[in-house]
């Protein structure tokens, strides 16, 4: 039997569009390799080769059940091409950052391929202190953000030594065909005992299951729109293209903690303090409007996969006003501290399904319809994503060399102009910015606005 994706993890192929490749990534970049010489592309992808036994969705790929009978399955790739997936690139001299981030944002723009398993990694090198940087690109249905930092153990070690490989005995199972897909569909539907029914009353529950779908699609839509209040207009939410512009600003974990224990709250509390007033600096800069009472929605997501869980997406979403009209720093914090405790307080956490539209029955035909319809509503809802992630707290390796920073890339949904990612590693805080390439021409100046804004803070204490 095939393994099928989950609603959840189905939707983010369904929203995928032209303008919204819907994978997440990452910008590493590493010291030199043993301190001199550039990285050895080919010890690269021989430890990716290694490594692959980990994570063995790794060497799957999606593929459709015709008629849209039943949702997506996993199926290995008889024809897994590694060298597909490992890519090498190159920084022309001077290898500044700024032309690091330039080519983050031209490989973020492209979408992965979906005839292949839906992974890439590059090696970048040509940095302008002889290290080297690595971009990944996972598909949002393979993992969400917490589990992306664990799919990273594929290739970092806790030491310079790589730690040994797993034993690989990985053989393809046989793909089905088409006919083999839509009768295991079938078959999977009438496994599940509300669907025990004679073939005349199935019939006539497969006609209100439908029409009860929609009916709850819409609901769960219109409720999130209901219950939060429609996005304030902002220059955040545009038409997007295809093209994407990247930008990072970092600062250190024991600013973020020393800001905590002098006002309160929690680390990501400061983290949403930081980035309302870099929001804020930034929207000046443009001119627009931050008057007292001026708000930016922010969609936060926040996980709830339980410990030890597999991969797969588990995850709710809060939305906060962050107060970019509030002109002291401290009142800022202190305003979305409450606002947070609030939502833990009372349970407003909206489901991830009830976020994407979807129900346990919608049949995939709908359910498609139900998660364009959220992300076509996504800039009446909210006006900015912003997920932080905890990652290790100690130095990893890659290769013998140690990596230096851990920069997150966030897709962007129709209509939203830039991403927010954070990452903690290892005593910094990494923000990563994924921003439309004509929408968000000035994502840099954004970048620093929110470096200018940890500093605003960290000057409170």
Do not use: C
Request: overall charge neutral; hydrophobic content about 40%.
């Amino acid at each position: 039997m095939v393994e099928r994706l989950s609603p959840l993890d189905s939707s983010f192929l369904f929203m995928e569009g032209t303008t919204t490749a819907m994978h997440v990534g990452g910008l590493m970049t590493f010291e030199p390799t043993g301190g001199h010489g550039p990285a050895d592309f080919d010890a690269f992808i021989g430890l990716i080769g290694e490594r692959l036994a980990a994570v063995p969705r790794y060497r799957q790929k999606i593929r459709e059940v015709p008629g849209r009978l039943g949702l997506p399955v996993w199926v290995d790739d008889p024809d897994f091409d590694l060298g597909f997936h490992v890519r090498r690139s190159a920084l022309p001299a001077p290898g500044t950052p700024e032309q690091l981030r330039e080519l983050v944002g031209r490989l973020q723009g492209r979408q992965l391929d979906r005839s292949r398993p839906l992974w890439e990694i590059y090696l970048v090198e040509g940095l302008e202190d002889g290290g080297f940087a690595i971009v990944t690109k996972t598909h949002h249905a393979m993992v969400d953000g917490l589990s992306s930092i664990d799919i990273g153990a594929v290739l970092l070690d806790l030491t310079p030594t790589p730690r040994p490989s797993e034993p690989d005995d990985w053989r393809p199972r046989r793909e089905p065909s088409s006919v083999e897909l839509a009768v295991d569909a079938v078959l999977d539907q009438l496994r599940r005992p509300q669907h025990l029914l004679g073939t005349a009353r199935r019939a006539v529950a497969d006609v209100r299951t439908a029409a009860t779908a929609v009916a709850q699609t819409a609901g769960a839509v219109l409720a999130t729109v209901g219950t939060t209040r429609p996005a304030p207009s902002h220059p955040l939410n545009a038409a997007i293209g295809q093209q994407r512009r990247y930008g990072t600003t970092a600062g250190l974990l024991d600013d973020h903690k020393a800001i905590r224990k002098a006002h309160g709250g929690t680390v990501n509390d400061v983290v949403l303090a930081v980035v309302a007033g870099g929001l804020r600096r930034w929207l000046a800069t443009r001119g627009e409007d931050v008057r007292p009472g001026a708000t930016v929605r922010a969609m936060v997501p926040v996980s709830v996969r339980a410990p030890g869980a597999q991969l797969g997406n588990q995850i709710s979403a809060l939305f906060v006003d962050l107060p970019v009209g509030e002109p002291d720093p401290v009142a800022r914090l202190e305003r979305i501290t409450a606002a947070m405790l609030a939502h833990k307080r009372g349970g407003q956490a909206i489901g991830a399904g009830a976020l994407v539209g979807l129900v346990g029955l919608t049949p995939p035909t709908l359910h498609s319809l139900g998660a364009r319809l959220s992300s076509s509503l996504s800039a009446r809802v909210f006006n900015v994503v912003v997920t932080n992630v905890p990652g290790p707290q100690f130095p990893l390796y890659a290769m013998g060399a140690r990596m230096r920073d851990m920069y997150p890339v966030v897709p962007l949904a129709k209509g939203q102009t830039v991403s927010i990612g954070i990452t903690s590693y290892d005593g910094g805080v990494f923000y990563g910015l994924n921003a439309d390439r004509d929408a968000m021409g000035d994502v840099d100046v954004l970048a620093a606005s929110i470096g200018e804004a940890l500093d605003e803070l960290r000057g409170t204490v």
